[in-house]
């Protein structure tokens, strides 16, 4: 390895452009993570940040902690993190309305105050010689950390592994949910099935036979109504259930009004032709985004039913 | 450049942080901002070491970040089990201890 690989006391060129671009990327990334209004991209954010504060490590020759950061922080930390977003609800932005009067002013304040406070004591403290780290990463930064982690360290080491080890029994303890009740077997839940009466058969499965088959529409009975029962219980809750029949409805219709076109039959159905050009008003009444091509094929059906 | 650079954008991201803690609701997003200052103080380890010419910042910036990956698991397992009590992730929810 070349001194210069080893973060001398001086920077070159390059490392000031890069501090300069990586550094404005980090503190967008972090105010980012503090302003975003979803929690997830508050998180892609802080990955962004922790990211660039690797390329920081390895340019002043931490490179050990540079890979680290990756693979615990970026890796480990964000997983964990949007593992628990995901659980939580992705789809719940946090209300921005303030609940303590002026607190945002207020955190402004102190923000700006702390931050003023931390800046001018780093200016004031006398950093400005550097030793650098080509003498202490001479023979390697990894094999430099090791010997003094277990050597000098040694007995931090080991305190930390107590306290990963009590970390991972907790979140064991803590998500753990024990079964307050014993759990039914088939047989008693198709006996229960059976004493209730209702549903016996499996569940109807939903959409809509040759048409719709997304698990979020609901399949039709014989009379066009939409089964809820065909949906899955979590959708129907969640309100995410679309409705087709009317759609449905209007399309049966116009294939009998054409097959009793085609067929010579005008005056004999006259009531479900008139109830289907009922029901195609409906649609294009409150449906705006059906396809134009239907629609004006509505229109001239009209058109010729006025004209009979 | 001089490297104590590094240093003002550590305690510009600290500052940040601890904003973010003051400001968020959303217990996530305290936790984030949390992680963010520990980052900026893991950059600031890493600089004094540099500055220092000896590897002592850095192994406390890697204790650092072992402590951290420790208060991530067992904060968000804090946070899953307020979110199965309450339904809800707002730290303004959880007045008491009590669930």
């Known amino acids: ?308 | 450049m001089n490297p104590v650079n590094y240093l003002f954008l550590a305690a510009l991201l600290f500052t940040i942080g601890a904003s973010g803690v003051l400001l968020r609701r959303n217990a996530i997003v305290v936790f984030m901002s949390i992680e963010l200052m520990l980052n900026a103080a893991n950059l600031a380890l890493v600089t004094f070491s540099r500055m220092h010419g000896n590897l002592d910042g850095q192994i406390i910036a890697f204790f650092t970040m072992v402590v951290a990956a420790a208060e991530v698991v067992v904060g968000l397992a804090i946070i899953v089990t307020i979110f199965r009590s309450r339904h809800s992730a707002s730290v303004d929810d959880a007045g008491l201890m009590k669930l």
């Open chain 1, 1 to 308: 390895m070349t001194t210069t690989l080893l973060a001398a006391a001086s920077t070159s060129t390059g490392e000031a452009v890069q501090f300069w671009i990586l550094g404005t990327v980090a503190v967008l990334g972090a105010l980012g993570t503090v302003l975003m209004k979803r929690s997830v991209h508050s998180a892609l954010c802080l990955a962004g940040t922790m990211i660039v504060l690797a390329v920081f490590y390895l340019a002043n020759g931490a490179y050990f902690l540079g890979i680290v950061q990756i693979v615990v922080y970026t890796g480990a930390v964000m997983m964990l993190f949007l593992f628990v977003l995901m659980l939580v609800g992705v789809t719940a932005a946090d209300s921005l309305k303030e609940t303590i009067k002026g607190q945002r002013w207020l955190v402004a304040l102190c923000g700006l105050g702390f931050g003023i406070l931390l800046i001018a004591g780093i200016g004031s403290a006398g950093v400005d010689t550097f030793v650098g780290l080509g003498e202490a990463n001479a023979g390697g930064n990894v094999q430099g950390l090791a010997r003094s982690l277990f050597t000098e360290y040694v007995f931090a080491f080991e305190i930390t592994g107590a306290l990963l080890v009590t970390a991972a029994v907790a979140a064991m303890v803590l998500t753990h949910r024990e079964r307050t009740e014993r759990r039914l077997t088939q047989r008693e839940l198709a006996e229960q099935r059976v004493r209730e009466g209702k549903h016996l058969p499996p569940l109807p499965a939903p959409g809509v036979y040759a048409r719709h088959n997304a698990v979020d529409i609901p399949g039709l009975l014989p009379d066009g109504t939409p089964s809820e029962l065909t949906v899955n219980a979590t959708l129907r809750e969640r309100g995410q259930v679309r409705d087709v029949s009317r759609e449905a409805l209007a399309d049966l219709a116009a294939l009998e009004r054409r097959t009793g076109e085609y067929l010579g039959r005008n005056g004999t159905d006259t009531r479900a032709v008139r109830g289907a050009a009922d029901v195609r008003d409906d649609v294009s009444d409150d449906a705006p985004d059906t396809d134009e091509g239907r629609a004006g094929d509505g229109d001239r059906d009209r058109d010729r039913e006025a004209a009979k």
